[in-house]
């Protein structure tokens, strides 16, 4: 009798223990059930738009944008530093695709003498594209690469090289929303409206970016708009002291490049990847500016304008350094004539080419654009060049004061005499200088040295295949 009974208490115990189990998760369904109708609420009353605002105003206001409404958050630094901060995690959680977009043209001007060139595809740095894109993804304009952005640039400026006319095209965030039903455009909305409401691109990009950087204006354009390929026309200002140069003389020698001819021997060549030289350059001119030297007579700065509709690499400098020759005395304009016809000089002569900081990439012309730029902008612009403008007139007044107590001091004639003068180097014709190799002898070269790599990679296949066999 004591064996059943004990087996029966043992049952009882075990069915209670589970009834109190039961209990507890038919508690937590109900929990679970409140809970998910909370969610559900939420999820009801949710605008994402919303969200996106109130993010977005954050950003803006992080960095001085004008919000939809025409506020501007005038807060101190430290509560903009830490609204900057708390934007990070919830900006962090959207992907690209939740954020409306905009294709702009971008103009930028920007002074070349510290970049290693205006393209960031090599390994120096810094170059100007660089810090645009540090600019762009410090106000969290951009988000994704290059290639997604559809980027494209007018064009590749060298190191040193200055301008006050680049344009670029990418996708930008925008303030207008996207509209319930796509386009079709990968994103893309133009608003009906006016970009009144639109986010100030020149004003915010400005605030970060280094002072020889600036965005002078902006604009809307179509997706299929490429910097490069939609140029009608780029524009070259090229600077210089006259220093008695013959002005007249370089004058009708720059004549002669107006139209189409092959520039081969005013670039440097690159037989790799350009195989057609032919441009066309649709103006020529010479001019004198409103600078003069106090300290020399006459000697005043002039420009020479460049217009054509594409150019090739180091061509305008290898053009201004053929016009400085004939300019000097050293070369007559009928040298122009023989350069440009190749089958009389299939091969360029050797000559040192124009240095790069003179050089301005003046503008570039497209059909149907019109930038655009807020008066804050512009006035914050202006008052940022004057105070550049200023800065740099005060340093030609200490050089200016320098060369004045240079004159005062005497010279030592026994020391001059002593030394051996040098000898100013006699010129040599440039139709008589050493040549370059011909395109022709470059692309025979370049497919040499590609049979070759491919030889030796077949050697090696077949190495590694033997090795594998035994």
Not at 43 to 61: D, F, P, Q, T, Y
Not at 109 to 125: C, I, K, L, T
Not at 305 to 325: D, N
Not at 405 to 415: A, G, P
């Amino acid at each position: 009798m004591d064996q059943p009974t004990g087996e029966i208490a043992e049952s009882l115990h075990l069915i209670t223990s589970l009834q109190s189990q039961l209990e507890s998760l038919q508690i937590r369904v109900k929990e679970l059930e409140s809970d998910n109708a909370k969610l559900s609420s939420l999820v009801s009353n949710c605008c994402c738009h919303k969200a996106e605002e109130n993010i977005l105003a954050r950003v803006s206001g992080s960095f001085g944008l004008v919000d939809e409404r025409g506020s501007s958050n005038s807060n101190g630094g430290k509560s903009r530093k830490k609204k900057e901060n708390q934007t990070v995690p919830d900006d962090k959680v959207r992907t690209e695709h939740q954020y409306s977009k905009i294709y702009v043209a971008l103009k930028v001007m920007y002074f070349g003498q510290r970049f290693f060139g205006f393209a960031s595809e090599s390994q120096m740095d810094p170059t100007v594209e660089s810090e645009i894109f540090k600019a762009l993804d410090k106000t969290r304009l951009i988000n994704g690469d290059k290639k997604n952005l559809q980027y494209s640039r007018c064009g590749r400026t060298d190191k040193g090289v200055s301008s006050v006319g680049q344009v670029i095209s990418l996708f930008l965030r925008s303030n207008h929303k996207k509209p319930e039903q796509s386009n079709g455009c990968s994103g893309e909305f133009v608003p009906e409206e006016p970009y009144e409401r639109e986010i100030d691109y020149v004003k915010i990009l400005n605030k970060v970016l280094p002072k020889d950087i600036r965005v002078m204006g902006w604009c809307p354009a179509p997706t299929e708009f490429s910097a490069r390929f939609s140029c009608l026309s780029r524009e070259y200002k090229y600077f210089f002291w006259n220093r008695d140069l013959n002005v007249v003389a370089m004058e009708n020698a720059g004549k002669k490049f107006v139209g189409e001819h092959d520039f081969r021997n005013f670039c440097k060549m690159d037989a790799a990847n350009v195989h057609n030289y032919r441009r066309h350059i649709t103006e020529f001119e010479i001019f004198p500016c409103n600078e003069r030297l106090r300290q020399f007579e006459g000697d005043q700065l002039w420009a020479v304008k460049i217009k054509g509709t594409a150019f090739l690499w180091h061509q305008v400098r290898c053009m201004v350094a053929v016009l400085f020759l004939i300019g000097q005395g050293l070369e007559s304009p009928n040298v122009v004539d023989a350069l440009l016809d190749v089958d009389r000089t299939p091969r360029k002569p050797q000559y040192r080419i124009a240095p790069e900081i003179p050089l301005v990439l003046q503008s570039c012309k497209f059909e149907g654009l019109r930038f655009m730029c807020s008066l804050d902008a512009r006035q914050a612009l202006h008052a940022h060049l004057e105070m550049e403008c200023r800065s740099y007139k005060l340093l030609s007044a200490i050089f200016h004061d320098a060369l004045l107590s240079c004159s005062l001091v005497e010279n030592d004639d026994s020391v001059l005499n002593s030394k051996t003068r040098k000898k100013a180097a006699s010129h040599v014709p440039l139709m008589s200088r050493p040549t370059e190799p011909s395109y022709e002898e470059r692309c025979i070269k370049l497919n040499s040295r590609a049979e070759e790599q491919k030889a030796y990679r077949l050697a090696k296949s077949r190495t590694c295949s033997n090795k594998a066999r035994s």
